[in-house]
């Protein structure tokens, strides 16, 4: 059983940067493709970005492209998403999650607790 937790969010500014963490524990995190997922209130859940177990490859929804970096530390047990030049449409909750299955499915089986984002002029 993995634990997840997200540190790191919080109120900023239009343009304004913030980067969450997420600490895993009982599992063996280098084995895990991470992702960050996010959810707007009245909104469907959002796919962020992914890294893969090894950081060899990442995913970035194209809303956040050339925004937002993902990376991992494995040594650490930690994956960030460091968020940049943020903007009011990415407010939300945001969500780590770990699982093997192929990041490109979406599919994780693990997930943390959330760490509300607010983006306010």
């Known amino acids: 059983q993995v634990q997840l937790v997200e540190s790191g969010g919080g109120l900023v500014q239009i343009g304004g940067s913030l980067r969450l963490s997420c600490a895993a524990s009982?599992?063996?995190?280098?084995?895990?493709?991470m992702g960050w997922f996010r959810q707007a209130p009245g909104k469907e859940r959002e796919y962020v970005s992914a890294?893969?177990?090894?950081?060899?490859?990442?995913y970035y929804r194209d809303s956040v492209k050339g925004r937002f970096t993902i990376s991992r530390d494995n040594a650490k047990n930690t994956v960030y998403l460091q968020m940049d030049s943020l903007k009011p449409e990415d407010t939300a909750v945001y969500y780590c999650?770990?699982?093997?299955?192929?990041?490109?499915?979406?599919?994780?089986?693990?997930w943390g607790q959330g760490t509300q984002v607010t983006v306010s002029s």
């Open positions: 890294i893969t177990y090894n950081g060899g490859a990442t």
């Open positions: 009982g599992g063996t995190f280098s084995s895990y493709n």
């Open positions: 999650a770990a699982g093997m299955t192929a990041w490109s499915t979406g599919l994780y089986d693990y």
